[in-house]
T-cell receptor
Framework: DAMVIQNPRYQVTQFGKPVTLSCSQTLNHNVMYWYQQKSSQAPKLLFHYYDKDFNNEADTPDNFQSRRPNTSFCFLDIRSPGLGDAAMYLC??????????FGPGTRLTVT | KQEVTQIPAALSVPEGENLVLNCSFTDSAIYNLQWFRQDPGKGLTSLLLIQSSQREQTSGRLNASLDKSSGRSTLYIAASQPGDSATYLCAVEDGNNRKLIWGLGTSLAVNP
């Protein structure tokens, strides 16, 4: 019973070529997050939503944008990927009592 | 500013051993504390969530404790198995918003 689904699991893009990562959830949670995780590092929060209220972390590059058209879906757009954007991108939701549920992640490679 | 530290960074134990992973945080104003497991190249799996008003939570062979006043949590794993090998991450939810502050994790290897 997948609860947080991310597609694709692996994404290869070229330097500078826009890419979109998608996330969907079956939990009906109002709060959703996008994280970036690089090797041997903790997840780094990029954005989060309280319902449709969008919150951008101060150090999230302008190159990264997000959309949440409805409760179930959330997208991460990288407008011009650089080599430094290669990472695992994790989507998560939060229950009303604060437990976070993560998707399997999308591994992004930039060539 | 909240900081989360996990000790040790890596741990290798023989199968069957009971073990303790440690997590400390600098600001006791937390909403909750969560322990996660991460297998290489995979997403995170929530193991246990302890609300700020709770002292411990148990799930199977796992037991997590929380001492807010001293800024500490422990994850106890009983009768460890090779399948427990993974990285274990601790995160506290900031008391003022819904953001998690993460430790760097403990990489656990359980040897057959």
């Amino acid at each position: 019973d997948a609860m947080v689904i991310q597609n694709p699991r692996y994404q290869v893009t070229q330097f500078g070529k826009p890419v979109t990562l998608s996330c969907s959830q079956t939990l009906n949670h109002n709060v959703m997050y996008w994280y970036q995780q690089k090797s041997s590092q903790a997840p780094k929060l990029l954005f989060h939503y309280y319902d449709k209220d969008f919150n951008n972390e101060a150090d999230t590059p302008d190159n990264f944008q997000s959309r949440r058209p409805n409760t179930s879906f959330c997208f991460l757009d990288i407008r011009s990927p650089g080599l430094g954007d290669a990472a695992m991108y994790l989507c998560a939701t939060s229950s009303p009592w604060g437990e976070q549920y993560f998707g399997p992640g999308t591994r992004l490679t930039v060539t | 500013k909240q900081e989360v530290t996990q000790i040790p960074a890596a741990l290798s134990v023989p199968e069957g051993e009971n073990l303790v992973l440690n997590c400390s945080f600098t600001d006791s104003a937390i909403y909750n504390l969560q322990w996660f497991r991460q297998d290489p190249g995979k997403g995170l799996t929530s193991l246990l969530l302890i609300q700020s008003s709770q002292r411990e939570q148990t799930s199977g062979r796992l037991n997590a404790s929380l001492d807010k006043s001293s800024g500490r949590s422990t994850l106890y794993i009983a009768a460890s198995q090779p399948g427990d090998s993974a990285t274990y991450l601790c995160a506290v939810e900031d008391g003022n918003n819904r953001k998690l502050i993460w430790g760097l994790g403990t990489s656990l290897a359980v040897n057959p």
